[in-house]
């Protein structure tokens, strides 16, 4: 439960520090005094959304401080263990909100996200606001008020998210099945181009061994003349050649082998050369020895190289990229395959999603349709304790007829009632008046309260339009709810505040330059002098002083 509220520069709070205990607390004071705003600074606690103008004038920031006894929230104390934030002592709450506008959230001392304060959040407490009577006109509320008192809302949950997963599953499917007949087409096509690559079987680095092997035969008559010129040249010619005319020279400078320096260099260089000359010889020979100038190989080399070009010009591509295209179009076929396996994967995924659901949403419809029963006789019972004498209230559960699984469940869910006796049970929102919503509003919130797991419930001004005998009834039930837990309640009518087991009055201390909020407990001759302002206005009577120390010895007698 909430032990401990701290405020630092809220709105008009300066300093607020409040020490809560078990049971009823009645929050009381003049309007415009600063209840609700103790329940906003609270809420940011929670996870509430904030801007930089709930930071009083003048202040850098405002710090909200909420202290709460995990006692009894075993799923708190878990939700925190599993993320490493428990600690010893109460849990702790903070959030800082800067006059820039910056918010900064805290749980047990550690930086979080501010959704991480609204999920432990639900966990403390429960609130119950005056407006809440206006969701009651949306189907959803019906549905999520009898999940609540059913004990279901983690099954409704599992509903919502197996018909979520079967819904972006079948999505999936009908993508990657629009696209089938494309996807076919495209298929044949990869098929055939790569059978034509496959069947080219061009090797690696066969493509510049084919251009100079034919660049060679196509150059094959002009290569033999010139080598067989080189030769006549060298070696053959009757007329003189290269190594005949070294070798004479050689002859002539030998007979002169003594003379030192210039000759004798000469007659190595001349040697040298006439060496390379029969080396080059001999390799010439070797060549034309070894050279065969085969029409049917040129041949077969233009054939195959027209093919490699052909294909190349075919795709758009130079002949050297044909291998890197061959793997690119197989890897596109393989994808392409595994979107087909896809296809019969999500098929068996939806089947399975969809049968997950049917058995979730049944096993739902059953503890709606047990708990839609006593749902009604509760809050018929309290309808008629909160001065509608006769009325009836009725849940009905209709089927949905959809053939697609929905978020929802297999049925709507709508609340029908007849505020008067011998009329019969119609939609809320096309019976009700303003002030009976508000008290149909408050029996269900008080109903499905009881079953709430949270331990601090909060009432803000749940009992505005309701008076006289039907408020004591209300302050009651409140007192009851208190019973087994906590319970804070804002209220402005007087039989409601005499029935707390703790009574805060909120007013407001003017400065000479500014107007602060504090808050007071109120006890014994305090706490009966204020039931006695809200009895009887500014000027207190020996009546209503009597009466309202009547009302809160009644309260404690009950």
Not at 230 to 252: F, I, K, P
Not at 448 to 463: G, I, K, N
Not at 472 to 493: D, F, K, M, P
Not at 521 to 549: F, N, P
Request: aromatic share 4%.
């Amino acid at each position: 439960m909430l032990v401990h509220l701290s405020v630092h520069n809220y709105a008009i709070v300066e300093h607020l520090d409040l020490e809560l205990d078990r049971g009823m607390s009645v929050i009381t004071g003049e309007t415009g005094a600063g209840k609700s705003i103790m329940l906003d600074a609270l809420g940011l606690t929670l996870g509430d959304r904030a801007d930089s103008g709930v930071v009083r004038p003048g202040a850098d920031k405002a710090d909200i401080l909420a202290s709460f006894d995990l006692g009894d929230i075993p799923e708190a104390r878990a939700w925190l263990a599993e993320r490493d934030l428990d600690s010893e002592g109460p849990c702790i709450l903070r959030r800082v909100i800067t006059a820039e506008g910056r918010s900064r959230a805290y749980i047990n001392g550690s930086p979080c996200p501010q959704g991480d304060l609204k999920t432990l959040g639900e966990l403390l407490i429960d609130i119950h606001s005056q407006h809440e009577h206006q969701s009651l006109l949306k189907a959803e509320t019906h549905r999520r008020l009898l999940d609540e008192y059913a004990g279901s809302q983690e099954l409704a949950r599992q509903v919502q998210l197996a018909a979520q997963r079967w819904r972006q599953t079948r999505q999936e499917l009908e993508r990657i099945s629009n696209s089938s007949d494309e996807q076919r087409a495209r298929q044949q096509l990869l098929s055939y181009q790569l059978e034509e690559l496959e069947n080219l079987a061009l090797g690696d680095n066969e493509l510049e061994q084919l251009e100079q092997e034919h660049k060679a035969l196509s150059n094959s008559e002009q290569l033999l003349s010139a080598c067989r010129q080189v030769l006549d040249l060298c070696s053959e010619s009757d007329a003189g050649n290269v190594l005949s005319a070294l070798t004479a020279s050689l002859h002539r400078l030998n007979a002169f082998h003594s003379q030192p320096g210039a000759i004798g260099e000469a007659v190595n260089l001349l040697a040298s050369a006439q060496i390379q000359v029969e080396e080059a010889v001999g390799e010439l020979n070797r060549f034309l020895d070894h050279f065969d100038a085969d029409p049917e190989r040129q041949r077969y080399l233009e054939e195959r190289l027209d093919n490699i070009y052909t294909l190349a010009r075919k795709h758009r591509i130079q002949p050297g990229e044909l291998g890197a295209l061959q793997q690119q179009l197989l890897d596109e076929l393989e994808n392409l395959n595994a979107d087909d396996e896809a296809v019969e994967r999500l098929a068996e995924e939806l089947t399975a999603y969809a049968r997950h659901y049917q058995e979730k949403a049944a096993e739902l419809s059953a503890l709606r349709n047990e708990a839609a029963g006593r749902l009604a006789s509760a809050v018929q019972q309290e309808m008629q304790r909160l001065g509608m004498p006769g009325g009836r209230f009725s849940v009905e559960l209709r089927s949905s007829n959809a053939e697609e699984p929905q978020p929802y469940g297999l049925e709507q869910v709508e609340f029908l009632v007849s505020a008067n006796p011998g009329q019969p049970l119609k939609p809320l929102a096309k019976v009700a008046s303003g002030g009976e919503l508000s008290r149909i509003s408050l029996a269900i919130q008080v109903i499905t309260a009881q079953t709430s797991r949270v331990p601090t419930l909060v009432f803000d001004e749940v009992d505005v339009g309701i008076g006289g005998p039907t408020a004591e009834v209300v302050g009651q039930l409140l007192r009851r709810l208190g019973e087994r837990g906590q319970v804070l309640t804002v209220t402005h009518l007087p039989q409601v505040a005499a029935q707390g087991h703790h009574h805060l009055f909120v007013h407001k201390l003017r400065g000479s330059e500014e107007t602060r909020t504090a808050v007071a407990k109120l006890d014994g001759t305090q706490r009966v002098e204020e039931i006695a302002r809200m009895l009887g206005g500014v000027d207190l009577t020996e009546e209503s002083l009597a009466h309202a120390r009547q009302m809160v010895t009644a309260a404690k007698a009950a």
